[in-house]
């Protein structure tokens, strides 16, 4: 299947900004994430093509290259010889191409000093199996880094403020080397923030946020199922420069039920039933989820037989009704019998002609067909 553009997976114009870009990323990675659509066989694929546009048009590098040079970009020959002369490989002049290398003049410091999202959290939660099966509301605890109040985030003391940083001269980065050889890595002096704090606010140690514990309340939908993911947005951590939260991701971990497996919408559970009812047929007690149910099975009925309850399974979780309960029978011989019972279990049996057992009767003939 060809390519598509890198902006049309993303949804967003060639003029994007970065933040426009990670907003869009962030908003459809939500839309196809395999976790939370497990039902759709194209979600893996969508995401993955997804996580490779965005790793692309995120980095102004290879964003660069990618608009002027398209999927051929990180494979051109770059500044070896081609078919212009002077011009390296017909690229245009060498400060064209360090510019589509490194950003254009972008400085990292530019653009840190917009407004960007914050990082976003992750927490398990568990549930018992009827809580997934039917919907609940959880409130749970969390803990969240938050701007400071004392210094309002800056990570400078009261009074003072954060000065530019004199390796990088606030870029951020770090160059090295030169010609063709240049390098370019994080500042080591101010680790990429183009600042540093001298005086430093004592209530968050220069942090410019604290921990703090927070309470949030969860609507869980019916027919949830284990390990799935519940994305409460805004939740997560706060954003750098007065830009939104982050969100948390809950992921759900539902408890086995002791007597009830679940498969998709479909619920199964072994009943086990005596010989007698088995041979003569009888009505017996179902239990479901909700209640119980009356059913009524064939005389005659062998061990591993299934029956359906329908919509006495897992409601869809996107719509279309409850699946079905599937009963599987385990016909029970019974255990410490008296001579009594054993006696007239055993007037039973001389009565029987042997066609009432069908299996046996079968088995017989076919050995005797290899003895023959």
Do not use: W
């Amino acid at each position: 299947m060809a390519k598509r553009d890198y902006y049309e997976v993303l949804g967003v114009p060639k003029t994007a900004t970065d933040a426009e870009i990670k907003s869009a990323y962030r908003k459809k990675a939500k839309e196809c994430h395999p976790d939370l659509n497990q039902s759709d066989k194209n979600a893996e694929e969508r995401f993955k093509e997804l996580n490779e546009a965005n790793e692309v048009l995120s980095d102004p590098e290879k964003r660069s290259r990618y608009d002027q040079f398209g999927f051929d970009g990180p494979n051109a020959q770059g500044f070896g010889g081609g078919a212009g002369t002077g011009d390296f490989g017909g690229f245009g002049d060498f400060s064209s191409i360090f510019d589509s290398i490194f950003g254009g003049g972008m400085s990292g410091a530019s653009r840190r000093q917009g407004p960007s999202q914050g990082d976003d959290l992750r927490h398990d939660i568990a549930i018992t199996f009827e809580e997934a099966a039917f919907g609940c509301q959880k409130t749970f605890e969390f803990l969240r880094n938050e701007h400071c109040e004392t210094c309002h985030g800056t990570g400078a003391k009261p009074g003072t403020t954060a000065q530019t940083c004199p390796t990088c001269k606030g870029a951020g980065q770090v160059r090295q080397g030169g010609g063709f050889m240049v390098t370019v890595r994080t500042c080591p002096t101010c680790h990429g923030e183009g600042k540093i704090v001298k005086d430093k606010c004592t209530a968050c140690g220069g942090s410019g946020h604290v921990r703090k514990k927070r309470t949030a309340t969860i609507k869980i939908p019916a027919g949830i199922d284990n390990g799935q993911t519940i994305v409460m947005s805004g939740q997560g951590e706060p954003g750098a420069q007065g830009g939104p939260n982050g969100d948390l991701y809950v992921r759900v971990t539902v408890r086995p039920h002791k007597l009830f497996q679940r498969d998709g919408t479909t619920l199964r559970l072994e009943l086990p039933i005596s010989m007698t009812q088995a041979a003569l047929g009888a009505e017996i007690e179902v239990p479901t989820l909700k209640d119980k149910a009356r059913y009524r099975i064939p005389e005659g009925t062998q061990n591993d037989t299934e029956f359906r309850l329908k919509g006495q399974g897992i409601v869809n979780l996107r719509g279309g009704g409850a699946g079905d309960l599937v009963v599987r029978v385990k016909v029970e011989v019974p255990k410490h019998l008296s001579e009594k019972q054993k006696e007239l279990l055993q007037k039973l049996e001389d009565s029987l002609s042997g066609r009432e057992y069908e299996a046996k009767k079968s088995f017989a003939d076919k050995l005797k067909g290899m003895r023959a």
